[in-house]
């Protein structure tokens, strides 16, 4: 089965609504809005995507199979950048058919050819397919850092 991965542009607007709604449901949060959702793909798509990629999508026969949400990162003290792998998630029917792998590809190739250092990534720790699946890329658990989050309430907090 041949997969296609691809930066998204403002035309893929509808495929990559249509696949944010149904990763949702996925990991079990609140359905999403298909407006909503079709606006920021096209906001995000049309007016933020032109310095740097966001979002790869993997198509099968056409169809939208899934999806990598990305965002770049400056130097830090090692003068190189990385990139962040914020999302991965292939559609339920089309696990274990080399989509993730495919998509993944797309990301190493493209740093590989843009002098990006490294892809770092996050998964939950329940999640042992992910984590399968990310250890026989070669990803390794990288003990010296520690996720955090700003959100809610906190963020609110922390404006001047």
């Known amino acids: 089965m041949a997969v296609d991965v691809r930066w998204a542009t403002i035309e893929d607007a509808a495929a990559l609504a249509a696949i944010l709604c149904e990763m949702a449901e996925h ?3 609140p359905r999403l809005d298909a407006d909503r959702a079709l606006s920021a ?16 999508l993997a198509f099968v026969d056409g169809e939208v199979s899934g999806l990598a949400s990305v965002a770049i990162a400056h ?19 089309i696990r274990n058919a080399s989509v993730g792998g495919a998509l993944i590809g797309f990301l190493a190739d493209h740093c590989l050819s843009h002098g990006i250092g490294r ?42």
């Open 27 to 29: 990991y079990r949060q």
């Open 41 to 56: 793909a096209r906001k995000w798509l049309g007016e933020e995507s032109p310095a740097y990629p966001h979002f790869a």
């Open 75 to 93: 130097p830090g003290i090692d003068l190189e950048r990385l990139l962040f792998l914020k999302d991965l998630f292939v559609r339920d029917n």
């Open 119 to 160: 892809i770092d990534l996050t998964s939950e720790d329940w999640n042992e397919g992910a984590l399968r699946f990310y250890a026989r890329l070669g990803a390794e658990r990288h003990g010296q850092k520690v996720f955090l989050r700003i959100s809610g309430d906190a963020l609110k907090a922390v404006k001047p």
